[in-house]
T-cell receptor, first 114, second 113 residues
């Protein structure tokens, strides 16, 4: 079935270092790849997204890359700050019978140490 | 604040009972999605509605059902509740039925005792 694998499950970095989270999807028809940040007890919030016709997208300290051939996409956070500490979820979506189904990865718990 | 509202915020009930969770999407959004998030787990897609019609279905149990009303609010009905149904239930909305950013509500925490 469709699934999204996300690695690592936990990531600890020093403030100022970079963090990289990787995801692999199985459904080759997926065409939208959002990344969500979820702080403890709060709702997931979109931080960046990429569509299948784009290979890379950047927004300040956050960037996402997509390799459609390998069915692989990654989140890069540079100059990490303690407030970046949260759980990050990748997801893959595709239009299906008039709607779309979003499959989420299991999440990566990021700790940024001051 | 995403503009998506969910009620109630917390719900405690017993096994075998039935509950209804309510969601109001952002103004102008026609699609509503329901997700289940168990403790320390990822988000499991349950179902999507667009303008009152079911559009996509995920791993939703037969004991669960949902609908979207003409005013676009949605309800998720959970029946014959089991301990394992305890989770955070999120509703999200987006503008259309095509792939697009989803805005999540604050969630309803369901505890089944």
């Amino acid at each position: 079935g469709e699934n999204v694998e996300q690695h690592p499950s936990t990531l600890s970095v020093q403030e100022g270092d970079s963090a990289v989270i990787k995801c692999t999807y199985s459904d080759s028809a997926s065409n939208y790849f959002p990344w969500y940040k979820q702080e403890l007890g709060k709702r997931p919030q979109l931080i960046i997204d990429i569509r299948s016709n784009v290979g890379e997208k950047k927004d300040q300290r956050i960037a996402v890359t997509l390799n459609k051939t390998a069915k692989h996409f990654s989140l890069h956070i540079t100059e990490t700050q303690p407030e970046d500490s949260a759980v990050y979820f990748c997801a893959a979506s595709r239009v299906r019978t008039g709607g779309f189904k979003t499959i989420f990865g299991a999440g990566t718990r990021l700790f940024v140490k001051a | 604040d995403s503009g998506v509202t969910q009620t109630p915020k917390h719900l405690i009930t017993a096994t075998g009972q039935r509950v209804t969770l309510r969601c109001s999407p952002r103004s102008g959004d026609l699609s509503v999605y329901w997700y289940q998030q168990s403790l320390d787990q990822g988000l499991q897609f349950l179902i999507q509605y667009y303008n009152g019609e079911e559009r996509a279905k995920g791993n939703i149990l037969e004991r669960f059902s949902a609908q979207q009303f003409p005013d676009l609010h949605s309800e998720l009905n959970l029946s014959s509740l089991e301990l394992g149904d305890s989770a955070l239930y999120f509703c999200a909305s987006s503008v259309g039925q095509e792939v697009d950013e989803q805005f999540f509500g604050p969630g309803t925490r369901l505890t089944v005792l």
